[in-house]
T-cell receptor
Framework: SQQGEEDPQALSIQEGENATMNCSYK?????LQWYRQNSGRGLVHLIL?????REKHSGRLRVTLDTSKKSSSLLITASRAADTASYFC???????????FGKGTRLSVIA | EPEVTQTPSHQVTQMGQEVILRCVPI?????FYWYRQILGQKVEFLVS????????KSEIFDDQFSVERPDGSNFTLKIRSTKLEDSAMYFC?????????????FGNGTRLTVT
């Protein structure tokens, strides 16, 4: 299974601080994606990084990928209370297997 | 922006009853998925569907589950005889081309409560 595992399980920070979440996975991947889930809602795609990329930016989001360590990190800079949500990494393996999600990191941003 | 819609938002059923969860994927999307999330737990893959047939399914997707695309717009998940452990959020997702556009578009889910 290439299931991603996020770390930490929960993170609480003050508004304006940066939030870093990590993801580790087990097998070779095509790409790694990060999703956000507000309480009781569906998942929303944030950013995708392909296996041949090392870093990607989108607004306040920065994602890194280290395929040698089978790990990724999501950095949210200058966090806002509205960033409070659960964040999941998801991977699909070589051969276009379905996306497999980790358990998520619950981020709380305190105003 | 087009979105995936799911109905109902909440379904309560008694153990042993059949339920049908409904989804309308984004209109030009070709790949469809069902995932479930037991409260506070990980999001688990159930099944993927392309070209009117199942392309992948997980161990969870046993004979009690079936999917159907009865017309050009709806995509349904049927649970034939519900069990208590089927209580979860069920999410439908779609994407236009799983290789070129692997990001999934999710609906807001149906909360299934089996009593």
């Amino acid at each position: 299974s290439q299931q991603g595992e996020e770390d930490p399980q929960a993170l609480s920070i003050q508004e304006g601080e940066n939030a870093t979440m990590n993801c580790s996975y087990k097998t070779s991947i095509n790409n790694l994606q990060w999703y956000r889930q507000n309480s009781g809602r569906g998942l929303v795609h944030l950013i995708l990084i392909r296996s041949n990329e090392r870093e990607k930016h989108s607004g306040r989001l920065r994602v890194t990928l280290d395929t040698s360590k089978k790990s990724s990190s999501l950095l949210i800079t200058a966090s806002r209370a509205a960033d409070t949500a659960s964040y999941f990494c998801a991977t699909d393996g070589v051969g276009n297997t379905p996306l497999v999600f980790g358990k998520g990191t619950r981020l709380s941003v305190i105003a | 922006e087009p979105e995936v819609t799911q109905t109902p938002s909440h379904q309560v059923t008694q153990m042993g009853q059949e339920v049908i969860l409904r989804c309308v994927p984004i209109s030009n999307h070709l790949y469809f998925y069902w995932y479930r999330q037991i409260l506070g737990q990980k999001v688990e893959f159930l099944v993927s569907f392309y070209n009117n047939e199942i392309s992948e399914k997980s161990e969870i997707f046993d004979d009690q589950f079936s999917v159907e695309r009865p017309d050009g717009s709806n995509f349904t998940l049927k649970i034939r005889s519900t069990k208590l452990e089927d209580s979860a959020m069920y999410f439908c997702a779609s994407n236009p081309d799983s290789r070129a556009s692997p990001a999934l578009h999710f609906g807001n889910g149906t909360r299934l409560t089996v009593t």
